[in-house]
Every structure is written in C-alpha cells, then in structure tokens.
C-alpha cells in the first residue's frame, strides 16, 4: 500500500503513541545529529567483518539499482530487434530470444542482488539492534534508585523496544531503500538523457520531485488523523488493561457492564479516528497514483512522437517507459518509509537519552572492593552526621550520627516518614549523604565499588518481590552458583522447606508475577531465605516478619537469632516486641534520632517516645514482650 500502512497491526505504530507520541514534534533531534548517533550505533555494535559486510552489502544494492536500469534497455533492444525483422526468419527470432534471455537474466540480477544484500547486512543490523537494546538496559540498571522511582515501568520497556527496532529499520530503509533510489534517480536520467533526450530525463526528475513533494506534504497533513487514531487506540488499550489488571475490584462492585461500556466507547473513538486517517490515507494513495499515470503518460507520448519521426524504435519506447515504471516502484512506500523514518530517529533518540542519564550513586575512579570484614563477628557500620532529603518531601534526615559495633544489632524505630527506608538506602548505598558519610568498617562507602558493597550486604525488605520463576531460582539468586545442598539449607532456615515439600513441583514450583502466586508470609520467607543464603557480613532486615502469623514469627524470630552471629544487623520494626533483645533502638522522628538506647533503658523513661509506643502497643501492660494480636 503507497504512502503508509493503516490498521492496528504491523510494525504496530499506534502502541508507539502510548509514551513517545506517533507523530514526532518539530523540535526533535536534528537529522545529521540523529544520523551521526545512527552511525555510532553501528560501529558499537562489534558486528563480524563489519566493514567488509557494509561495503559489499552497499555495493550489491548500488548494483541492484544499475541493473534495474539496464534491464529495461535489454528489453527495448530485443524490440527493436524483432521490428527490424531484417534477414533470415531464425536469425530474427534468435536475436530477439538473446536480448530477451539477457532481460530476463539482468533483471532477475537486479532483483536479486538486493535480497543477498539484505543476508549480507543482516548481521550487522542484527548486531547492531542488539547492541542498543543491552547497553540501554544495562545502564538502566545502573542508573540510581531516583530514576526508579520515577519511571513507569512500562514507558521504558517500550522506550527500549521502540528504540532498538528503530535502529534495524533505519539501517535497512536509509542504508537499502531510500538512499539507493535516489542513486537509481540519478542513473535513470543519465541514460535517459543520453541514450534518448535531455527531457526524457527531466521528466523522469520532475515527476519524482513532484510526486514526493506531494507525499511528504500530504504526510504531514495526515499527521493530525494519526495523532487522534493513536490517542483513542492508547486510551481502549488502557482501559483495558486497566480492568483486566484489577478484575477482581470490578467483580467485587458489580461494575462488569460499566467497564465494558468505557471500554466499547473508547473503541468507539478510534473507530471514528481510524476512518478519518484511512480515508485521508486513500486521498493520498490516489494523488500518488494520479502523477505516477501522468508521467508514464507524457513519457509514452513524448517517446511515441519521438518513434514517429524516426528518432527511437519501438523498443526504445518500451524501454523509456519500463524505466519509469521500475523507479515509481520504491516510491510506492514513501510516504510510509518518511513517516517511520521522522518517528524512528525520534524513538532511537529516545533510547539513547537513558544512555546519557549519569547516574547520581556511582563508583569513583579510585573505588576500591570492599574488603572481608577484619572482625569475625561481621562489619561495623557507622553514620556520622548524615543528612539527606528527597526532592518530593519537606522533611529529611538531619545529622544522623550512630555506630553499630560488629555483631551487634541495631533497631530503628518511629513513626511512617520518619526516615527509618531511607536510612536502609544510606546503607545499601542506594542513596548518597548529602551530608556526613556512611561508612563500612571505618571506609566511606562511596569509596568502595558498589557491588562489592551489596555483597556483603543483604536486605530482606517489607514487601519481598520475586522474578515470575521458580522458587529455587528466587532463593539462589543471592547466589547463582549455590549448590541444591545450600539453597535447602537456607530454606529449612526461613522455615520454608516444608512448605516447598507440600508442592507438587517442590523447588520448582513457579511463584508468578511479583510472587503474587504465594502468600505475604510465604513471599518474605523466600526473602529471608535468598538473604541467608548470600552469607553477607550485614544483614538488614526492614519489617522482615510483619506478614507473618505469630506462630510463624516466633518461628522465624528465633531463625534470624541464630543468623545474626557472625554479622551486624539493622532492624527497622513496628512491633517493638520484635527487637526488644536488640544491642541498641534508636528512635526517629522528623528526620532526627530523639532516643537512643537498649529497650529495658527506653521504656523506663518516663514520657519518651519509646515508652509511649510500648504502651500503646503492649495495651497498657507492665510486662511481656508480645504485641497485641
């Protein structure tokens, strides 16, 4: 189809709308910037023989296009051969037979020469979409925990998709198609203007400038239609999804016939958007067809007087005009190919500005691996003075200043937004101090590399999320090449091994999306079992057994006792029943330590913070350590 493909599948243009817009605004990057990041790509992309790969695949399509314009000529002197019909009836036919046999030949060569071209190249472009799509991922990953925070998730995964499969299309439609066209124009001229007359030549140039002035005015006319289409597509889509996501709140009201009313209007929209760009897309289609006939016609007339007065055979003016025809054939997909070309290089611009994003946590030139803790009871952790606040909140932490001895264990305590998740980060380096430091046994940790950090540090968080696989890959993930001896080790620690023993395909039972297909209480003590099975030197437990039942907490209480030899421990904890043993509690507030010191020491304080918590908690009794149910 000329001008550009419609409907809801293909390359899929309309999904594109969702985050990046179909239709590229003015202000996008410029070409010779985008083609220079095109070109860079390329040569990242550590394709095999890349450059003798590009060089033959460039020269098998220039001479695709050479032999296209040959071909015809063949042809033409195969007429004129058989017009002559001088000499013998044989000689005759066998000349016209060689002629048309070497029309045949050249163009089934020329036809040819593209789609070895195409084998030739695949590589590099595959190599090269490849090479994009894991670098842009890899530094996504190493971007900081603001850039996470911020992000929609699925925006990016498409960023990256769209990106990388704008690199492939780019290559092929500028590399292979548009850029040989025009290489094809200039021939075609050549040997119209030579080998006939000067306005053959210029016909040819004029109906090809004519036909993609149109194209690209009328593209862009278009682009208004394609905006509405893609918006009310995205909208259906979302809606959709959204309903299917949240099913069970749509049972729990009732609301089936509601959401499927929303969604049938939605399509309704699009439907109404998809006819108007589908008749502006036919409009287009029939002027394109209009100047392609006008100039076959002119051309056929023109060479037809030309013949008449003795000037051209009569294969010279199937030759003149087979010309024609063989260069309105790539231009068919022009208005297709501009548009997919302005909304590509916007979409590989896209991509590659998460390659330019620095990340704000990042390892020094000098940053060092963390060293093995020197003390065997685990690695102390000291902040001194930190200060630290998130754009989006009035209140930070404000000169936090504590030192946990190696082996120790330190509680955190206080209200929500107090600071405890963001003293976690500090630690796991996930956050940099804007003031003071945070050291690991007396170095500052923005001088050790970060992944020497996170592996003598393990986290096992509040909510647990798990990879959509089996739970022995989420238990082994702290450590790939753990043998099934530690992983059941760790496992029989979190008191989740006889739990896996139930399932029909114990270990490998899958857990589903974000682990959604286990309970909270079976999610964290996978968490807790991936976190024992890394043996780390600092063990950080942020309200690790609050969805648990009490027998399972008491259970799993004494577990993590027993865990914390040989390591120093940050506890964050509501139920203060549950760090009650702990070394020291610092208690938060707005950002700032306002107590310190072991639990018998704070609930004797007399209108302290941490006294009033233990009452509340405790219902007023004057001992025991058990929170009410």
Not at 121 to 131: L, N, W
Not at 345 to 366: H, N, S
Not at 583 to 592: C, E, H, P, Y
Request: proline fraction near 4%; charge should be positive; hydrophobic fraction near 45%.
């Amino acid at each position: 189809m000329r001008g550009e493909r419609s409907g809801r599948r293909g390359r899929d243009p309309e999904e594109k709308a969702a985050s990046a817009g179909m239709d590229a605004p003015a202000s996008g990057p410029s070409t010779l910037q985008a083609l220079g990041d095109l070109i860079g790509v390329v040569r990242r992309s550590n394709a095999p023989q890349l450059k003798r790969r590009v060089g033959a695949a460039l020269a098998l399509t220039l001479a695709g296009k050479a032999l296209g314009v040959l071909a015809p000529l063949m042809l033409g002197a195969a007429v004129n051969r058989l017009a002559e019909g001088q000499g013998t009836l044989a000689s005759v036919g066998w000349g016209f037979a060689g002629f048309a046999v070497g029309w045949a030949l050249v163009r089934f060569l020329s036809s040819a020469a593209p789609q070895l071209s195409d084998v030739v190249f695949a590589p590099v472009r595959s190599a090269a979409q490849r090479k994009t799509a894991a670098e842009t991922f890899a530094h996504a990953l190493s971007l900081s925990l603001d850039f996470h925070q911020t992000k929609r998730s699925g925006s990016l995964s498409r960023t990256l998709e769209r990106g990388s499969r704008a690199v492939d299309f780019l290559l092929r439609i500028l590399a292979f198609n548009l850029g040989p066209t025009v290489v094809e124009l200039a021939l075609a001229a050549a040997v119209l203007g030579g080998r006939y007359d000067w306005r053959f030549a210029a016909v040819a140039v004029v109906v090809v400038v004519v036909y993609a002035t149109v194209t690209f005015g009328m593209a862009n006319w278009r682009l208004e239609h394609r905006r509405a289409m893609n918006a009310a597509d995205s909208e259906a889509a979302g809606l959709s999804v959204d309903a299917l996501l949240n099913y069970e709140t749509v049972k729990s009201f009732g609301a089936e016939s509601r959401a499927a009313g929303s969604y049938d209007r939605a399509l309704g929209t699009y439907v109404e958007a998809a006819l108007k760009a589908n008749t502006s897309l036919a409009m287009l289609n029939g002027i394109q067809a209009l100047i392609m006939n006008l100039g076959l016609g002119v051309m056929a007339v023109m060479a037809g007087f030309e013949a008449a007065a003795g000037r051209m055979g009569p294969g010279d003016v199937t030759a003149a005009v087979l010309i024609l025809i063989s260069l309105y054939a790539p231009l068919n997909i022009l208005g297709f190919a501009y548009r997919e070309i302005r909304q590509s290089f916007i979409d590989m611009e896209e991509m590659l500005k998460v390659t330019r994003q620095a990340p704000q946590v990042a390892d020094a030139a000098d940053a060092i691996d963390l060293p093995p803790p020197r003390d065997s009871r685990g690695a102390a952790i000291t902040f001194d003075g930190v200060g630290f606040r998130h754009d989006a909140r009035a209140n930070g932490l404000d000169d936090i200043s504590f030192h946990a001895a190696p082996g120790t264990t330190t509680a955190l305590v206080g209200p929500s937004g107090s600071g405890k998740s963001t003293i976690v980060k500090l630690a796991l380096r996930l956050l940099d101090p804007q003031a003071g430091r945070v050291s690991i046994d007396g170095l500052d940790a923005r001088g050790v590399t970060q992944a020497s950090l996170r592996r003598a540090v393990a986290l096992v968080p509040q909510d647990v999320a798990l990879f959509n696989d089996s739970i022995r890959a989420n238990i082994a993930f702290a450590r790939p090449d753990a043998g099934d001896a530690a992983i059941w080790a760790a496992a029989e620690a979190a008191e989740l091994a006889d739990f896996i023993r139930e399932l029909p395909d114990g270990m490998m039972t899958r857990v589903g999306e974000r682990g959604l297909k286990l309970s909270g209480g079976e999610r964290q003590r996978v968490g807790i079992a991936r976190a024992l099975l890394a043996d780390p030197c600092v063990l950080i437990l942020d309200e690790a057994t609050s969805a648990l039942d009490s027998r399972t907490e008491a259970a799993i209480q004494k577990t993590l006792r027993r865990a914390r030899a040989g390591r120093t421990t940050l506890v964050v904890a509501h139920r203060l029943s549950t760090i009650a043993d702990a070394d020291q509690i610092l208690v938060l507030k707005a950002g700032r330590i306002v107590e310190r010191g072991a639990h018998h020491e704070l609930v004797a304080r007399q209108g302290g913070e941490y006294a009033a918590l233990w009452r509340k908690q405790t219902r007023g009794a004057r001992t025991g350590v058990q929170p009410p149910d």
